[in-house]
């Protein structure tokens, strides 16, 4: 297997609103950044990706780019950007901007010249269609809920928006677009930035025709996903931006595609492909669906994840490359979802890193993950912020789908908001994070969970991702051995074995409170073995007993 930089890093996304406000405004911001580049640098990450700093009216936090080429005004200035790349780079720290060209802003001025009622060279820029006995052109749900088309009366048609209404779709289908995107991400290379992560980009080629899609029980609407997702073009494209813009860098690519499936990853991101160097998929993230979708309050049986894992563990295995992630922006926090946050919470915290990040693949760290933070409790609907969060709630509660009590209870396990709550930092007002109100509200449990109590705590869990991050630059067998799943019909334990020339790592993680014992194969009960990692002090005690979210890794040596 071929060795290269991005396989063996390991990447720390940023959301800047939540991160450090450096200008007292209760906005997070790229000077911010500038100011804990140390921090990372300590934490030992290789890799930041940044998510959008780019010119926005906010409706979706930044996913709504009204000017690629130009920076946010809360978040600074361009040469605000540019110091940052500069010391980023300084202190050996990569940067990967998110690529969000599924679709842009309505205000973005491509999309102002496209409504227009007269032909213009950007009249075909979005995906635009007459309307049907009067109503939408199809039935289609947005992801945002509501209709995915949007009426504009200066053309007297409808426009494509899988999001929110102000997020219009690109249409990649026009050559020029096409050639605008590629320009623009040029732009952002000869700058200097290392890579992109590439937002939904499994849905930038379309169906060739549209029809109504299938209305499932409880929904209005119909589902557009077939007609959006993995569309006829959508690899002679990437392939075309390949061409164009990423093989004339070195840069790091990975792309968000929801819905894909371990033979789809592979033609994204197959290593003879020349598309991408890996993808996000999300089929461990959507375990815990219920009747309503995402909205649920339940976590997945432990076998269903392992099966899953393991899946795209042995399916990519030397054909394509894994991404590994427990949270990111728009997923709840880990070890309020699949841990144990109050009891355990340090334990959880810690086993659920080594889990992952003993797997083949690139992890992703997001920001607070690394010192454990938790899912915030909100009491009320006003609280969030998050545009999905509330339109669910006008969903599924002002239609008397749910109690407003039990939806609460949903928005407290899975809203996008448990990810966007500020870093914790310190104990002071705020947690640090800003010296006035912040845009969302601090997780109160700040005082408890904290960077500051963290960094210089031999025991704390920054010390450990700091830890499993170093045994990954030590050990090749981390980065690139051979996967194996044991104990498949455990609903407690996740345990894997990784085989790399004449070492084998055995990894162990008790995802309960309870005392397991582990049924391990003789042949490593007899063998001499080293501790690599635990996150308990007396692991080699009794190493087949693991007590409540223990996880250990042992090494073997031929």
């Not at 361009?78 to 780079?89: G, I």
């Not at 595609?257 to 993808?279: C, H, K, Q, S």
């Not at 990519?316 to 427990?326: E, G, R």
């Not at 920054?462 to 630059?473: C, D, T």
């Amino acid at each position: 297997m071929t060795e290269n930089w991005w396989k063996e890093s390991v990447v720390y996304q940023i959301y800047p609103r939540s991160f450090c406000d450096s200008n007292h405004d209760g906005i997070g911001d790229i000077k911010g950044i500038i100011d804990k580049l140390d921090y990372l640098r300590q934490l030992g990450i290789d890799v930041i990706w940044l998510c959008p700093v780019y010119k926005s009216p906010n409706c979706d936090n930044g996913y709504d780019i009204s000017d690629y080429q130009n920076i946010m005004d809360e978040f600074g200035t361009m040469k605000d950007f540019d110091e940052l790349l500069y010391r980023a780079h300084e202190k050996g720290i990569k940067i990967i901007m998110d690529l969000v060209v599924n679709h842009t802003s309505d205000e973005h001025a491509w999309f102002i010249e496209s409504k227009k009622k007269y032909k213009n060279p950007y009249h075909d820029f979005y995906i635009w269609r007459e309307g049907k006995n009067g109503k939408e052109p199809t039935n289609w749900e947005s992801w945002f809920s509501g209709s995915a088309w949007e009426y504009c009366e200066d053309r007297n048609m409808y426009y494509l928006h899988v999001f929110a209404k102000k997020q219009p779709d690109l249409n990649w289908d026009n050559p020029v677009v096409r050639e605008e995107i590629y320009k623009l991400m040029r732009w952002w290379c000869e700058k200097g930035v290392d890579g992109f992560r590439m937002d939904v980009i499994s849905m930038i080629s379309k169906a060739e025709q549209f029809e109504d899609g299938n209305v499932m029980e409880g929904h209005t609407y119909g589902d557009l996903s077939p007609y959006v997702i993995h569309g006829p073009h959508v690899h002679e494209y990437l392939k075309e931006m390949n061409t164009e813009v990423l093989s004339r860098y070195d840069l790091m690519t990975v792309g968000e595609t929801a819905g894909v499936t371990p033979e789809e990853a592979i033609n994204y991101a197959g290593f003879d492909r020349r598309e991408l160097n890996m993808v996000f998929h999300f089929e461990h993230m959507d375990l815990d669906f219920g009747e309503k979708g995402k909205w649920n309050d339940k976590p997945p049986k432990l076998t269903r994840l392992k099966e899953v894992m393991s899946r795209w563990q042995n399916e990519l295995y030397d054909k394509a490359w894994n991404s590994l992630f427990w949270n990111n922006h728009d997923q709840p926090r880990i070890v309020s979802r699949f841990g144990n946050d109050k009891e355990y919470w340090e334990k959880s915290a810690k086993m659920l890193a080594t889990c992952l990040h003993m797997m083949q693949g690139t992890p992703y760290i997001y920001q607070g993950e690394e010192i454990g933070m938790t899912n915030i409790p909100f009491t009320s609907i006003e609280q969030y912020r998050d545009i999905e969060s509330h339109n669910a709630w006008r969903d599924l509660v002002e239609n008397g789908d749910f109690t407003p009590e039990y939806m609460l209870k949903c928005l407290n396990f899975k809203s996008r908001d448990n990810a966007r709550t500020p870093m914790q930092w310190d104990d002071s007002n705020f947690a640090g994070f800003s010296d006035c109100e912040p845009w969302i509200q601090v997780n109160s449990n700040y005082q408890k969970i904290n960077a500051a109590s963290q960094v210089n705590d031999p025991d704390s869990i920054f010390s450990y991702y700091k830890k499993l991050i170093q045994l990954r630059k030590e050990h090749k067998i981390i980065v690139y051995g051979k996967y194996q799943l044991i104990m498949e019909e455990s609903e407690a334990v996740f345990a894997y074995i990784r085989f790399y020339k004449n070492e084998k790592l055995l990894v162990l993680c008790n995802f309960t409170d309870k005392d397991v014992l582990c049924q391990i194969p003789n042949e490593y009960d007899l063998i001499e073995k080293e501790l690599l990692i635990g996150n308990y002090h007396d692991s080699l005690q009794d190493p087949w007993k693991l007590r409540s979210y223990e996880a250990k890794v042992f090494k073997y040596t031929d």
